[in-house]
């Protein structure tokens, strides 16, 4: 079964459990497995790739080695696990232009007063609704982690 997963992943497909929460494991071969495939379709310094909806929590690996811009998920916390690389994350502050690009969801260019935190491999990371936060990558760098959203 989980060759069967990992197959369906590999060829781009996102396996998806609507209704209820099923058993998935992602190894640390997987991992890097996914971050090799993730470095093939980098486009303006990111790719992402779902990995699983359970419902009230969704799975995505990511990949980054620009900066992100500032997000804020009104009603959705997130949890990132650092995977490989390193980054610095801001918090807090005050939002500098923010527009709301879908219900829930707020971007900004930059954070006024926001707190810096530096993450590497092996970092498990709490974002709660509401904050703002930006991923920040030093040229010639990259991150790569697995983000975990958990409707509030």
């Known amino acids: 079964?989980?060759?069967?997963?990992?197959?369906?992943?590999?060829?781009?497909?996102?396996?998806?459990?609507?209704?209820?929460?099923?058993f998935a494991i992602w190894t640390s071969?997987?991992?890097?497995?996914?971050?090799?495939?993730?470095n093939t379709r980098l486009h303006g310094g990111l790719a992402s790739q779902p990995l699983g909806n359970m419902g009230n929590y969704t799975f995505a690996m990511t990949l980054r080695n620009q900066s992100g811009g500032v997000e804020v998920h009104e009603?959705?916390?997130?949890?990132?696990?650092?995977?490989?690389g390193e980054a610095t994350l801001a918090t807090g502050g005050?939002?500098?232009d923010p527009k709301t690009t879908t219900p829930g969801e707020i971007r900004g260019t930059s954070l006024e007063g926001a707190?810096?935190?530096?993450?590497a491999a092996g970092d498990?990371?709490?974002?709660?609704?509401?904050?703002?936060?930006?991923?920040?990558?030093a040229p010639g760098t990259q991150v790569v982690y697995m983000a975990i959203k958990v409707a509030q």
């Open 115 to 119: 707190t810096e935190h530096r993450v």
């Open 29 to 38: 071969a997987d991992a890097k497995q996914m971050a090799q495939e993730l």
């Open 75 to 84: 009603h959705m916390a997130d949890i990132f696990v650092i995977e490989s």
């Open 124 to 137: 498990v990371l709490t974002i709660p609704a509401g904050m703002p936060h930006q991923m920040r990558v």
């Open 94 to 96: 005050k939002v500098i």
């Open 1 to 22: 079964m989980k060759s069967i997963a990992i197959f369906l992943f590999l060829a781009g497909t996102t396996v998806v459990a609507a209704n209820a929460p099923s």
